[in-house]
């Protein structure tokens, strides 16, 4: 069955899967506080190294985050945000993403009442 929600995880699962395995593993244990020496030690590189592969790696991470954010939109308003960049509530609110859409001839009002709703529901995912 396919869903009208399934754009977002696909393309958070592609994410995922172009980064390598032991960059996850990496980016898991910083984000469960370990230090990047107690990391770096752990796969038998130096702190810089880890550094510097977590940093490589920063903007999929990002896109990842981004990309559960919108996965309770349906593919029209991810496209219809897409065409403007936008890919956060963040960049939405940044860039008056309903004001920008508004003007727009192929975006719909239940599209604007769905992004608005999703506007509402709180702050960003990370």
């Not at 190294?49 to 308003?77: C, H, K, P, W």
Request: glycine letters at 10%; proline letters at 3%; hydrophobic letters at 35%.
């Amino acid at each position: 069955m396919h869903s009208e929600h399934s754009e977002a995880p696909t393309a958070a699962c592609d994410v995922i899967d172009a980064i390598p395995v032991r960059v996850r593993d990496m980016a898991t244990l910083r984000g469960l506080g370990y230090s990047l020496r107690e990391i770096g030690g752990l796969f038998g590189i130096t702190p810089q190294a880890v550094s510097a592969m977590l940093t490589r790696y920063q903007r999929s991470f990002e896109d990842i985050g981004n990309a559960v954010e919108l996965r309770g939109l349906s593919a029209r308003a991810v496209n219809a945000l897409g065409r403007h960049g936008i890919r956060s509530r963040d960049e939405a609110r940044r860039n008056r993403a309903l004001d920008l859409l508004s003007n727009e001839r192929n975006c719909g009002r239940k599209t604007l009442e769905e992004i608005s709703r999703w506007l509402a529901q709180g702050g960003p995912w990370r």
